[in-house]
């Protein structure tokens, strides 16, 4: 690959990339925003009554009840934030900091397309990008929200380390497996992809000890609705802005 294709495919996924970001902010700022502020406001509440509890139980012996109030109040401190973690002040700038995060996303998402819309040897344009931005929708959201969907703050959950390893053994694979379903022939082929597919799935996400959340269900669900017309949105938008800017660029 010489310099010129590298350049143009370069450009190809910042303008796309930029503009998906952006455009994805806007969608969050309406839809996700609002719900993300709402759940903070009783996440807060919550650590505000944790806080102002007697601690005079820390010091008793005894067992039963207590001790099984005790070991939920752990696991709801595990999760909640840290009083003194820095954090972006509402307002610009949070929306800023926003913007920034989504854009180098969505940059990086672009380099992932353009390198698959390379490999595949296949005519590229915004109508194939659009195909390409439903499988990274595939891939990347609904896929990994079968076992880990989007969680407001003050949920309950499993270990970080755990849940990532296991998005990324999904992620990977269920992009293997529309590869292979896409890309190959012949049966042995499709019933490999079959497995791949619902390999993640018989393996199970980790899941917390207790499932519980300080904001109220109807408030998680919305989340969730909410996130994922966002993450369509914008996957729609990044795969046909890509494929129209990698054709027009390349």
């Known amino acids: 690959m010489n310099w010129t294709?590298?350049?143009?495919?370069?450009?190809?996924?910042?303008?796309a990339?930029?503009?998906?970001g952006v455009l994805l902010s806007g969608v969050q700022q309406f839809q996700v925003e609002k719900i993300i502020l709402k759940a903070e406001e009783y996440e807060k509440a919550g650590e505000a009554a944790e806080a102002a509890a007697p601690h005079a139980e820390e010091h008793q012996h005894e067992h039963g009840?207590?001790?099984?109030?005790a070991s939920a109040s752990e696991r709801v401190h595990e999760h909640s934030h840290d009083a003194d973690?820095?954090?972006p002040a509402d307002g610009a700038e949070?929306?800023?900091?926003?913007?920034l995060a989504n854009v180098s996303m969505a940059v990086g998402f672009a380099l992932m397309l353009v390198a698959a819309m390379a490999i595949s040897g296949r005519r590229v344009s915004w109508r194939t990008g659009l195909l390409w931005g439903l499988a990274g929708y595939g891939v990347?959201?609904?896929?990994?929200?079968?076992?880990?969907?989007?969680?407001?703050p003050g949920t309950l959950a499993a270990p970080l380390?755990?849940?990532?390893?296991?998005?990324?053994?999904?992620?990977?694979?269920t992009a293997a497996s529309l590869g292979l379903f896409v890309f190959t022939r012949g049966w042995p082929w499709k019933l490999a992809g079959l497995a791949l597919l619902v390999v993640p799935h018989l393996v199970g996400a980790p899941q917390p000890e207790v499932h519980g959340s300080v904001a109220p269900e109807e408030l998680a669900q919305a989340f969730i609705h909410a996130t994922a017309l966002a993450n369509a949105v914008f996957w729609l938008a990044l795969g046909g802005l890509t494929g129209f800017f990698?054709?027009?660029f390349g």
């Not at 294709?5 to 303008?15: G, I, T």
């Open 5 to 15: 294709v590298f350049r143009r495919m370069a450009s190809a996924v910042v303008v």
């Open 17 to 20: 990339g930029a503009l998906s």
């Open 65 to 69: 009840p207590a001790a099984a109030t």
């Open 85 to 87: 973690a820095w954090e």
């Open 94 to 99: 949070r929306t800023g900091y926003t913007v």
């Open 140 to 152: 990347f959201f609904v896929a990994p929200s079968l076992g880990l969907p989007p969680e407001v």
């Open 161 to 173: 380390h755990a849940r990532q390893l296991w998005w990324v053994m999904t992620a990977a694979m």
């Open 246 to 248: 990698y054709r027009r």
